[in-house]
């Protein structure tokens, strides 16, 4: 055990180092308490013994100095003083010591009130390495409650729709928060954004958010089945949710506040549940002027039964939508006053051209810049959306989910085949229908063998989507990206028992795109000219 002994006074220091040198302990000595500090800032001890009287700088003060570093409470400290009055020993133990000794010194009773602080030293020293233990299985299991929260309460926004541009971040308090977000695709024309705040914070309220969000894919996909896979109403998505959680939260004394969006791309229409969460900013492109949107209903575990309102929207291209917990208005700089809806609504109205990432981090840094010190004591999650120029000549589209396997291609060679006679009729020829549905399938067959390398049951996403004059195809697939070489046609003369896929894609298809998506997901987009 490590030891430092100060005093001032050569024979007792001199006792005390052979002492503690004859119990085996590693013993440091010195005759004033400014050496004695500068020691302590550098080394840790686990006892320390000091006189009071240590001449300018007092045994008192150079204890406190030593209980406010950093380390100064592992050490145990033992305190010799001749004063022994009752205000004099508290003086002593407000100063933070550990035990005291009277002098003159006795040496038996010296022998024992170190063997006292030895022990307390050891037990100190045991106590503090259970809680560093303590500290680091706490910090490991926050770590991954944080790795677990970002599958399970943070979506990743859509990446291939043509009407919207989404981006979402959130920023917990505690590593870990209550805050939630997802996305839900139902068709090309139709995707629902929901985003949510548990109240609380840490691991409880993310388990809650957790639970919301579960509940709400089993209500949509219950409904589904009722209404033969079109998208169910907002408000009996609600509905469910409400009758199977309300009970738990009003048990638990929590409530969720969420908005439950849907845009409706083909009428650029949005419909919206808010149900006790912050208001949603509309920015208009056109007047560069900001709208607030809000509810009127009560959040999710406040009463049972509850009605369930839409508020409808209509907005344009260029338009950005807003969605963010409170914890972006209710940030209080030193003085208490609140970031607010003004101010949120100015900045987005001065950096509406930004990009979307760009203009949530900006947001993020002028809600810290306003808050200075109190900027992380809430959750701050924003979803911001921007309308694209989602042209008012599409047709039609749908959508085809399949999982990899041989036997998979005919569906899709009939939902291509079905799609391009439902948009065009007649102005297709047969013979290019033919040569549009073979090329399709030898994407597909090309994703299945070299993305999943023939691993059966992956996900493949196929979209189409017709405008008057053409026909897009995007295959989604979560396997290995890949980008073919150049074509050689040189390599047709040759003789093999495959690869001539690639030859007949780009042959049929006047533009071909091998996409690597940021989420993660790669894509072929097959586009093809239908002329008169």
Not at 377 to 398: E, K, L
């Amino acid at each position: 055990m490590k030891v430092l002994v100060v005093d001032d006074d050569h024979d007792i220091r001199n006792l005390l180092k052979v002492i503690l040198l004859a119990s085996g302990h590693d013993v440091v000595d010195c005759y004033d308490a400014h050496s004695a500090y500068e020691i302590c800032k550098k080394e840790t001890f686990s006892l320390i013994v000091l006189d009071w009287e240590l001449g300018e700088i007092s045994g008192i003060s150079l204890c406190r100095r030593i209980r406010a570093l950093p380390h100064g409470q592992q050490s145990v400290i033992l305190m010799f003083t001749g004063r022994n009055s009752p205000e004099d020993l508290q003086t002593i133990m407000e100063a933070g010591a550990d035990d005291y000794l009277s002098k003159p010194v006795d040496a038996k009773l010296l022998k024992v009130r170190i063997r006292i602080s030895e022990s307390q030293a050891e037990n100190k020293s045991a106590r503090i390495k259970a809680e560093q233990q303590l500290a680091e299985t706490r910090a490991k299991e926050i770590d991954i409650g944080s790795k677990i929260q970002q599958n399970l309460l943070l979506g990743i926004p859509p990446q291939d729709n043509a009407g919207l541009q989404i981006y979402a971040h959130s920023i917990p308090s505690q590593k870990i928060d209550g805050d939630f977000y997802d996305f839900y695709e139902h068709n090309d024309d139709c995707i629902d954004i929901v985003v949510g705040d548990v109240m609380g914070k840490g691991i409880p309220a993310a388990l809650l958010g957790a639970a919301v969000k579960s509940r709400l894919l089993h209500a949509i996909n219950r409904l589904k089945t009722k209404t033969l896979g079109k998208p169910p109403k907002t408000c009996d998505i609600l509905t469910i949710v409400q009758s199977t959680i309300t009970d738990n939260l009003i048990e638990l004394g929590k409530f969720v506040t969420l908005c439950y969006a849907r845009f409706i791309l083909s009428e650029q229409r949005l419909v919206f549940v808010s149900c006790g969460h912050t208001r949603t900013l509309h920015y208009h492109s056109d007047t560069g002027t900001c709208e607030l949107l809000s509810g009127d209903n009560l959040p999710i575990g406040v009463i049972y039964n509850e009605t369930f309102n839409e508020i409808t929207v209509e907005y344009k291209p260029g338009d950005i939508i807003l969605f963010y917990s409170d914890g972006i208005t209710e940030a209080r700089n030193r003085v208490g006053v609140l970031y607010g809806e003004e101010l949120l609504s100015k900045f987005i109205q001065q950096n509406n051209q930004l990009e979307l990432e760009q203009l949530v981090s900006s947001l993020n840094k002028d809600v810290e810049r306003f808050a200075k010190i109190n900027a992380s004591h809430d959750d701050r999650t924003c979803v911001a959306i921007r309308i694209a120029d989602h042209s008012v000549n599409v047709i039609n589209s749908d959508v085809l989910e399949i999982k990899s396997a041989k036997g998979e291609l005919k569906l899709i060679r009939n939902f291509t085949r079905d799609f391009c006679i439902n948009q065009f009729g007649d102005r297709i020829d047969p013979v290019l229908l033919n040569r549009i549905i073979l090329a399709v399938n030898e994407a597909s067959s090309n994703i299945m063998r070299h993305a999943y390398h023939n691993q059966s049951g992956r996900p493949v996403r196929i979209t189409a989507s017709a405008k008057k004059d053409d026909i897009e195809f995007n295959l989604i697939h979560e396997g290995l990206s890949f980008t073919p070489p150049p074509l050689d046609p040189q390599s047709l003369l040759k003789p093999k028992p495959g690869g001539m896929g690639l030859y007949i894609i780009n042959d049929v298809m006047d533009d071909v795109k091998y996409i690597n998506e940021e989420n993660g997901k790669n894509r072929i987009q097959l586009l093809k000219y239908i002329k008169e």
